[in-house]
């Protein structure tokens, strides 16, 4: 099959792993004590997808209070122990999300681009059996500004081109996010993107196509965005 895309992008939180719950309770435990906590529905409406740096400057900016560069670095590490503690306990893969990874490793050269921590990242892969199937791990310390900013898929598409040996065009790269955030990330950077919107109402209009479920990402779908095909 005429395949002319030459890689693929995964997004990590909730579009390999179902971490976005775990993600919240961890910012709760930091932020809370502050008298700065929110519900779970306003996490979904307003902080998902951003970066742990992007979070909690939203978070303080939406409370109206200010946020001193120097305590940043004190409350992302103090988050990053409580999603560790997430870890600990086990995240689960979005159902489907092992297979499709294997299925399009078979097909492309892949890579992973996310707001998360590397040291969430890898070690998930690595539990899931799934590590080595990525060339490039693109995580939140590897970028300035985070999604929807672009930086982090131009360096996943700079990166895949260094692993193959020849420079890669984003237009010959497709990515799939499951946020307005990261779709917007992904084609600002020139990628075709997939959106997985699994509840059916996850705001992805900048997305080329969208599924419902990982089983739908094949490699008819692929030489499909390939040939500048759209939903």
Known sequence: MD???QAFVF??????VDS???HYRA???VLEPLGQGY???EYLAHYIGFDDRDGFREAFRRGERELAEADLEG???AKSAAFDRELAAGLEPIPGAVECVRRLGELLPLAVCSGALRQEIEPTLAALGIAEEFRVVVSAEDVAHSKPDPASYRLAVERLGESLGKPLEPAACAAIEDTPTGA??????GLWVVGLDRGGDAGLEQ???VVREPAEVDADLLAALGRGEQA
Not at 11 to 16: R, T
């Open 184 to 189: 917007a990330s992904a084609r600002g950077a």
């Open 207 to 209: 997305a080329h196509r």
């Open 11 to 16: 997004d990590f939180d909730g579009v390999i």
């Open 39 to 41: 519900g779970w529905d």
């Open 20 to 22: 976005e719950p775990a």
């Open 75 to 77: 409350l992302i590490e």
């Open 3 to 5: 395949l002319p895309l």
């Open 27 to 29: 910012f709760q435990a």
